[in-house]
């Protein structure tokens, strides 16, 4: 995560992406919990090549997907990242906020 200086005001943009639900096959891990952890890994990782810093997972009720009954409760979860856009300067601010 990017450190940002004391006094400077950060503004973010933020992005949303469905988390993994199926780990994917990786050579050498055996369990379900071992492969997960890959694939999330990988996912977190190709997201911060990008320059998004990891914010938070979320799980959502997704009333879209029901099973045959129609009863069963279904939820997806997803994760949300950011990525720092600019530094706003507290002189900057004061004179936008004295224009307004």
Known sequence: MKHVSPGLE????FT???APSKAER????RTDA???????????NDMAL?????VRADT??????KDLTGTAPKTMTLLVFRRLLCEIPPAV???A???A
């Open 10 to 13: 950060a503004i973010y943009e």
């Open 16 to 18: 949303v992406v469905a």
């Open 26 to 29: 990786v050579e050498g891990l």
């Open 34 to 44: 071992e492969r997960m952890a890959a694939t999330w890994t990988q996912l977190l």
């Open 50 to 54: 990008d320059g998004w810093d990891y």
């Open 60 to 65: 959502l009720p997704n009333d879209s997907s």
């Open 93 to 95: 601010q004061l004179s």
């Open 97 to 99: 906020a004295m224009r």
